[in-house]
């Protein structure tokens, strides 16, 4: 998608750590947003996806002739077509463990379409194809099918369930060992419960015939994955046969980093019918067949000496990836759980991490991928520690944590971090949420028969890193710019923060600063947004385009100035003799290089490629702070106080990284409070399938959530960033939920899963209090 902003916003006030409003905001509050289902697509065919309503079984008659009499159906294609036609599988990613070996995944095969056995309720087994959604969905009501049932999971530990892979990490020997003499040992069992990403836009997808060649138009974090996984991988064309565009996302949170078969569905039954084809997901559609996120079962133990220090941790993990193997689906289980290290000195672990495969949606990144689930089982194990000891949540961490003179520091799982202040964050945080005046609070609540908690939760993650990403700039010959991009946007502000790392730098008017993404015939190459990479991997790719264009200009204006290239300094698009007045604009020089009217006849083509390779991720890392009131007598828990202190490194527009926080808090108080996926234990139907079942945060369930920085520059990328996108999402969780213990605990309540509903609260009260729930 192009980004062409016309306000009139000059340089000025624009460049690196400003926070001008987002110059995507105006067209989209005006309702000039171009999604695709805005596309003019009047000749284009509508298709329906054929679902599956069985959990698992095989397919004995699929009857699709009714269907294909109505009139105005022009195809219905299924598993048998696929076969016929020789249609490939979705291939998963298979991301390294954390030693660096191959990660071993007995997986089932993800075929277009199941050709005999579905996997789970919302599978899709066909797609129909008619002129428009009327006659499409009267004939999806005709097709006939009927299953041989066999059994089914919805958990790990149903019989029915399939070892995906196991994983250890650590020394159990030495675990063993600190255990036997610890002081103090603290256990518990966690589930983090299976999540929607629910974002606001619906996937779809719309293939065209465009000559020789089709094009794709669809909402994905990966442009270029997802073409080269649809050509090379499902339909065997070189991925130059295929283009692949994103138009305007309404969310992602990683449930669009996925290759989905619909997409594969509508390109293939484009490419059959010679015809655009465009499908657009219902929302329970999109409960039924979004990949999931978390759906995980820890059971942890924490080992303690006399005066509270850390001494070792042991931690069995069971990971649900759904029906198959998605594409970072084995990541949450996996290199997730460096998070485990925390901010602390913890000197040895001994962690077993299983995956299995269950007749569910398949499970993969969402806001976090792993980091999440790991930060909420060690801060809860740590917040129950805090209890035990009769310490508070800060009193036990700060005996813990990393000094800032041992960093870099390795952890006992792998990561190395190479900046952070963890006792600063600590003491920000503890400042910030006014943590000495708590009891003055509680005491206030208990007067209004309310109890009072509070729950502090610290974190590091490790973001940014993976694959290199690649951008490139192209002067213009009017003072303008054009920016190509292989990360992609789905709602987060990426072309205002790119074009701030430009503008100053290259003295350019914002207004006249173009960004594309998501168009692969537009973008060269570029691997996508997940992991909070965009700026610290994509934003230092085209910060290395930006450098590369100055050299290679520095030569073209020595000779415009008449000096040896020695001589010019560069600062704000400006090469300058150094010690003079006379100098040359970046603009004026890419104005005579495309005029031709260069000195002595030379040539000069005034754009650059950068990339940039992480050798090591990002860390950032903070601490959140939550209160909450909870009514006894109901259960009804109320959100009171939310504080966060997070060290981003560096940060290109601060307003901008405040909403990241603000939407990751949301999502993150949304798992804590309401949100969970459920299916019938003795169906294995989708029982939360609209917002009518599956509870979503809104706007009033939030108090003023104070921010504020402890910032450390990152080392490991040339602009010192650090991923912002995920920390709301990561510590929210365990901050709401130690503090609803903190309320619960005078009242003999030991624990509570997520999500803290009313019903759930009570039940766990009346449990405490010895009477029938």
């Not at 256990?187 to 629910?198: C, F, G």
């Not at 993976?466 to 303008?480: H, K, Q, S, T, V």
Request: aromatic fraction near 6%.
């Amino acid at each position: 998608m192009a980004y062409d902003n016309t306000t009139d916003r000059q340089a000025a006030g624009f460049g690196f750590g400003a926070s001008p409003r987002r110059l995507e905001d105006e067209r989209f509050v005006r309702g000039a947003g171009t999604y695709l289902d805005d596309l003019d697509t009047e000749d284009a065919l509508t298709a329906v996806i054929i679902r599956s309503d069985c959990a698992h079984g095989h397919i004995t008659r699929l009857d699709t002739s009714a269907a294909m009499a109505l009139e105005g159906v022009v195809a219905v294609l299924t598993g048998a077509d696929a076969v016929a036609d020789g249609l490939g599988m979705i291939p998963p990613n298979n991301v390294p463990t954390l030693k660096g070996e191959p990660l071993q995944v007995d997986r089932p095969e993800m075929r277009i379409l199941p050709d005999r056995t579905v996997r789970y309720v919302g599978e899709a087994i066909g797609i129909i194809v008619a002129r428009d959604m009327t006659t499409a969905a009267a004939a999806l009501d005709l097709v006939e099918v009927e299953y041989d049932p066999l059994p089914f999971a919805l958990s790990p530990d149903d019989n029915a369930a399939e070892p995906g892979y196991a994983l250890h990490h650590g020394d159990t020997t030495e675990t063993d060992a600190a255990f036997e003499q610890a002081a103090h040992r603290v256990s518990m069992r966690l589930i983090n419960q299976r999540v929607a990403a629910a974002p606001m836009e619906t996937r779809g997808a719309l293939a065209q015939p465009l000559g020789s060649r089709h094009v794709i138009t669809t909402g994905t974090q990966a442009p270029h994955l997802t073409r080269d996984v649809l050509a090379r991988d499902m339909f065997a064309i070189p991925p130059d046969d295929l283009r692949l565009v994103t138009p305007d996302t309404g969310g992602g949170f990683g449930t669009k980093a996925p290759i989905y078969r619909e997409q594969a569905l509508v390109l293939w039954a484009a490419r059959r019918l010679d015809a655009p084809v465009k499908w657009i997901a219902s929302r329970n559609e999109g409960f039924q067949s979004d990949a999931a996120g978390r759906d995980m079962v820890w059971n942890l133990e924490l080992a303690l000496d006399e005066d509270g220090r850390f001494l070792g941790l042991r931690a069995k993990v069971k990971a649900n990836m759904g029906a198959y193997q998605s594409l970072f689906g084995a990541v949450p289980g996996n290199v997730g759980l460096a998070a485990l290290g925390g901010i602390y000195q913890i000197s040895t672990v001994d962690i077993h991490s299983a995956g299995y495969f269950t007749h569910t949606t398949p499970v993969d990144a969402y806001r976090g991928a792993g980091r999440p689930e790991a930060i909420y089982a060690l801060e809860c194990l740590i917040g129950k520690a805090a209890r035990h000891m009769g310490l508070s949540g800060f009193e036990l961490r700060r005996r813990n944590l990393i000094p800032a003179d041992a960093i870099p520091f390795r952890t006992v799982m792998g990561a190395t971090y190479d900046s952070g202040d963890f006792a600063a964050v600590l003491s920000a945080a503890e400042q910030i949420s006014d943590f000495a005046d708590f009891p003055a609070r509680r005491g206030e609540s208990e007067s209004r028969g309310m109890l009072r908690g509070f729950g502090a939760a610290a974190y590091v993650e490790r973001a940014a890193g993976g694959a290199e990403d690649a951008a490139r700039i192209e002067l213009d010959d009017d003072g303008g710019a054009d920016l190509m991009l292989g990360t992609m946007t789905a709602g987060q502000g990426h072309a205002t923060a790119h074009i701030q790392l430009v503008s100053e730098r290259l003295a350019l008017d914002p207004a006249r600063i173009r960004v594309h993404q998501g168009d692969t015939d537009r973008v060269s190459r570029g691997v996508g947004t997940f992991g909070s990479r965009s700026l610290a991997v994509g934003g230092s790719a085209l910060h290395r385009a930006v450098g590369t264009l100055v050299e290679k200009l520095t030569p073209t204006a020595a000779a415009v100035l008449e000096c040896a290239a020695a001589d010019l300094a560069f600062d704000k698009g400006a090469f300058s003799i150094i010690g003079t007045d006379r100098c040359v604009l970046v603009t004026e020089l890419a104005s005579l290089a495309h005029a031709d009217r260069l000195p002595g006849g030379i040539a000069c083509d005034p754009s650059a490629d950068g990339a940039f390779q992480p050798v090591e991720p990002t860390y950032p890392n903070g601490m959140h702070v939550a209160e909450v009131e909870i009514d006894p007598e109901t259960g009804m828990v109320r959100l009171v106080g939310y504080a966060a202190v997070d060290d981003f490194g560096n940060e290109i527009n601060p307003m901008m990284v405040d909403g990241q926080v603000h939407g990751g808090v949301g999502q993150g108080a949304g798992q804590a409070l309401m949100e969970q996926v459920v299916y019938d234990p003795q169906s294995g139907q989708l029982t939360t399938g609209s917002f009518l079942d599956y509870a979503m945060p809104r706007a009033t369930d939030f108090p003023d959530i104070k921010l504020t920085r402890a910032p450390t520059p990152c080392l490991n990328n040339p602009l010192g960033l650090k991923g912002c996108g995920e920390a709301g999402a990561i510590c929210a969780p365990p901050s709401i939920m130690i503090a609803i213990m903190d309320a619960l605990m005078p009242l003999g309540v030991t624990h509570v899963d997520m999500p803290a509903t009313p019903h759930a609260v009570w039940r766990a009260i009346q449990a405490a209090r010895g009477e029938a729930a």
